[in-house]
């Protein structure tokens, strides 16, 4: 029988807060720095826009690799997402000159009245997992619950626009298909980058 989804979210959520602040985590999260640099080498080239989320309790500050894939090449921009009120998502362009304002959940969002900022649709969405699962050759995940990232992923694939979604996360933060398994609104990501590897679904590979 399943855990309750909202006690396993809290579980993750109380996992994640004690994993940062342990002795474990500065080598693990150099490893996936490791990682997430190379995924942005090999499969980052081929984009031109990323989006990733301003790190928020305790998730993976990917800034820095990010401000490196951007910066390399005049081309390419990064894009944060802004919540709307229909509880999907829009993407802006982001540089550190932009001001961020904080939405009703205290999320760093860009704002979209500041000048030269722009709203565009990424070639990849980096998306941060509270926790993850493979379950049937394919990648999911599991996040706080508002269903922003599952509306906005579904409501982009119906315009015809092509994407990659990257979920990050720690390997300790996989779940057992017997503990949690996807509902029919989840989408799929495209693959995981964690401590240990970028993951590609068996479609991707």
Not at 110 to 115: F, V
Request: aromatic residues 12%.
């Amino acid at each position: 029988m399943h855990t309750p989804i909202q006690q396993i979210r809290q579980d993750l959520l109380n996992q994640r807060s004690s994993f940062a602040q342990s002795s474990e985590f500065d080598s693990s999260y150099a490893l996936f720095l490791s990682q997430f640099r190379q995924f942005l080498l090999q499969e980052g080239k081929g984009y031109r826009s990323i989006a990733f989320c301003w790190p928020y309790r305790d998730e993976l500050d990917l800034r820095e690799p990010l401000r490196e894939w951007q910066s390399s090449n005049s081309d390419r921009c990064l894009l944060l997402p802004k919540v709307r009120a229909d509880r999907q998502l829009s993407f802006y362009t982001w540089s550190d000159s932009d001001p961020l304002v904080h939405n009703t959940y205290g999320i760093a969002e860009p704002d979209p009245t500041a000048s030269g900022v722009q709203t565009e649709n990424p070639d990849c969405i980096l998306i941060p997992c509270l926790g993850w699962l493979n379950y049937q050759n394919q990648f999911w995940r599991l996040g706080y619950g508002g269903g922003y990232f599952d509306r906005t992923i579904a409501s982009l694939k119906l315009t015809g626009h092509r994407f990659i979604t990257a979920g990050i996360a720690f390997d300790w933060q996989a779940l057992d298909h017997h503990r949690w398994t996807p509902q029919v609104h989840d989408q799929a990501l495209d693959l995981m980058i964690t401590n240990s590897g970028i993951h590609q679904n068996t479609s991707m590979a």
